[in-house]
């Protein structure tokens, strides 16, 4: 069964920070990676995929395999990254199989 | 380009009740997906339809169902209402698979 964990519930920061939010993730296949996030009021969005290998906001994410990882970074907080962040997977390789499956999520704050 | 509309809003409905949750995805998108939100489980997949079909289904009852037309639009349906089921009903639609799923604002159901 695949799985996500998101091992902090709250992380805090303070502005110009780093940041990291960690994943781990459980799966027998090779999954498709996605970081996204849901802002005070408004709707759940993607922040970014693993497969486009792209920087979205200044937030980066790399999958390590071998330590079945996909964890959330960036070098500098702004305070307009508090938002609740979610890791999720889905079955790779295009397949029909799709089905997102989200971790609980961790809530940033980043203090001025 | 129009967003994922989902209507209602809010419903509060009565144990033993049945509910009708309405989707209309963004204009073009064929896969439409609905996850339950609760603040114990978090995010779970629910189901997942793509021109009419379903082809993925979560862990969830019997009493949870759902339907795609051919416009694309979905509804999902739960029958025989708990108290547990009192959650945030989100749908997704995605123009292909896994690329990117766009989020509604979701329908927040109240079982009393």
Redesign the interface.
């Known amino acids: 069964a695949q799985r996500v964990t998101q091992p902090e519930k709250l992380l805090s920061v303070f502005k110009g920070a780093p940041v990291e939010l960690k994943c781990n993730y459980s799966y027998s296949g090779s999954p498709e990676l996605f970081w996204y996030v849901q802002y005070s009021r408004q709707r759940l969005q993607l922040l970014l995929r693993h497969i486009s290998r792209e920087s979205i906001k200044g937030f980066t994410a790399d999958l390590n395999k071998g330590e079945t990882s996909f964890h959330l970074k960036k070098p500098f907080a702004q305070e307009e990254d508090s938002a609740m962040y979610y890791c999720a997977l889905t079955e790779g390789g295009g397949g029909s199989n799709y089905k997102l499956t989200f971790g609980k999520g961790t809530l940033l704050t980043v203090n001025p | 380009k129009a ?2 509309t989902q209507t209602p809003r809010y419903l509060i409905k009565t144990r033993g009740q049945q509910v009708t949750l309405s989707c209309s995805p963004i204009s073009g998108h064929r ?1 439409v ?1 609905w ?1 339950q939100q609760t603040p114990g489980q ?4 629910l189901f ?1 339809y ?1 021109s009419e079909t379903q ?2 289904k ?1 862990n969830f009852p019997g009493r949870f169902s759902g339907r795609q037309f051919s416009n694309s639009r979905s509804e999902m349906n739960v029958s025989t209402l708990e108290l547990g089921d009192s959650a945030l009903y ?1 749908c ?1 639609s ?1 123009p ?11 329908t927040r159901l109240t079982v009393v």
């Not at chain 2, 978090?42 to 997949?45: A, D, I, M, R, V």
């Not at chain 2, 292909?96 to 979701?106: H, K, N, V």
Request: aromatic share 22%; proline share 0%; glycine share 18%.
């Open positions: 967003g994922v896969s997906s996850y978090g995010l779970q997949f997942e793509f082809r993925n979560g989100l997704a995605s292909l698979s896994y690329l990117e799923a766009f989020f509604g604002q979701g």
